[in-house]
């Protein structure tokens, strides 16, 4: 799926303070596996408040850092989860985990411009 | 995606200048996911407060409560161990000394999540994702309620003060004597010991109010009773009795203890007064 990402919206939110932004990113990607991890566990296991926790942790960095869409998805998994619907949720997470990939796709590529654009400079 | 960068924006905050720097200079960041507790930690050191984090929530409260404990504490609601709002609670069972502001930071946002937030003792509340400009708003109103309520602080501190103390010689007054010998008597009753207790009057001090005016009687009284708290231990009790008398009952004092007539201590207040005055009470 493709992964929409408001860069602007983030660097807004951070003051404009672009190398903040671009640590906090590398912070996201070393620190989401685990995220992932405990929600595809929690998800075998039918624990839906261990679901809950995880992705409502994974909406405040996603809401952050300007994924709206992967904020709605997580938003989607919490509400499921809290109906301790597992299909649904099942679904969401499905959905998540998708997004997730192609953002972090985004932001390694990213990254990669960046770098280059430094380097111009 | 954007393919370049903009500008970065204009600072969010006006730097900080003497006029509104912070009172409070360390702030406690509560708050679990490493992304958040970076970004608040840059933020606020980059404004010059000292950043004390905490990752989880009874390592915030451990923190919260310590003796030097920060006086702004920015929480964050789900964390592990104990959530914000647990913290808040456990935090405001024990009143403290000097008040502590507490900013909860949570992606909650329903109704029914901010009364909670704000019911279990957080004064103030803001919702993930924040802009930093919103977040620093938010500080500098816990800053002027810090900046009010050390006001008050030492407001009732002077008006304790101005209540149990003579305004002109800067000793206790009539009524904080009689409340401190009243103490003192019972004291002393109990243990079976003794009291010594001078009243003094000063002799012939209407002449120096006639010859030399009220202001000059005024400034006597002062040196008098500079004098007498110079002259006594540190837990004597020295304080204005009447219009020109002083009291002094040291606690302790035998009969032939080593301050045993004010005659004693007589030659300290023969001479002639020197240095600048300064306030001083028992």
Not at chain 2, 27 to 32: I, P, R, S, T
Not at chain 2, 260 to 266: E, H, I
Request: proline fraction near 6%; charged fraction near 25%.
């Amino acid at each position: 799926m493709s992964a929409g990402w408001d860069y602007a919206a983030a660097l807004e939110r951070v003051g404009g303070d672009e190398p903040l932004l671009v640590e906090l990113i590398a912070i996201f990607l070393e620190e989401y596996p685990k995220f992932a991890t405990r929600l595809t566990q929690a998800l075998s296991q039918k624990d839906f408040a261990g679901i809950r926790e995880a992705a409502h942790s994974l909406k405040g960095s996603l809401g952050y850092l300007g994924a709206a869409d992967g904020e709605s998805l997580a938003l989607a998994v919490e509400q499921a989860s809290l109906a301790n619907d597992g299909l649904r949720t099942a679904e969401f997470v499905a959905q998540l985990m998708a997004y997730i990939e192609a953002l972090r796709q985004l932001m390694v590529s990213s990254a990669g411009e960046q770098t280059d654009a430094h380097n111009i400079h | 995606m954007p393919t370049t960068f903009t500008e970065p924006a204009p600072e969010p905050t006006a730097p900080f200048t003497e006029k509104n720097s912070s009172p409070v200079g360390r702030v406690l960041v509560a708050e679990d996911d490493p992304l958040y507790r970076r970004a608040l930690e840059h933020f606020l050191s980059r404004k010059g407060y000292a950043v004390q984090l905490a990752g989880d929530g009874l390592q915030a409260l451990a923190d919260a409560t310590a003796p030097d404990a920060a006086r702004l504490i920015v929480l964050d609601w789900m964390m592990p161990g104990l959530p914000g709002p647990e913290v808040c609670r456990r935090l405001r069972a024990t009143p403290r000394d000097h008040y502590q502001y507490i900013l909860l930071l949570t992606a909650k946002h329903t109704t029914a999540d901010i009364v909670e937030g704000l019911e279990a003792g957080a004064d103030d509340y803001l919702t993930k994702p924040f802009n930093v400009q919103e977040f620093f708003a938010h500080i500098h109103v816990g800053e002027r309620m810090i900046r009010l309520q050390d006001r008050l602080l030492a407001t009732q501190e002077a008006l304790r003060f101005q209540a149990t103390h003579d305004p002109l010689t800067g000793i206790w007054n009539r009524g904080a004597l009689f409340e401190l010998l009243r103490a003192e008597a019972e004291r002393v009753r109990r243990k079976s010991a003794s009291l010594c207790l001078f009243l003094i009057d000063l002799d012939h001090f209407k002449r120096i109010n006639d010859e030399f005016g009220h202001l000059a009687g005024d400034a006597v009284l002062h040196e008098i009773a500079q004098r007498l708290s110079a002259a006594v231990r540190l837990y004597d009790i020295v304080g204005r009795y009447g219009g020109r008398s002083s009291s002094l009952p040291p606690p302790n004092c035998s009969p032939n203890g080593p301050i045993n007539s004010p005659n004693g201590s007589g030659s300290r207040f023969r001479r002639l007064p020197s240095g600048p005055r300064t306030s001083r009470s028992r």
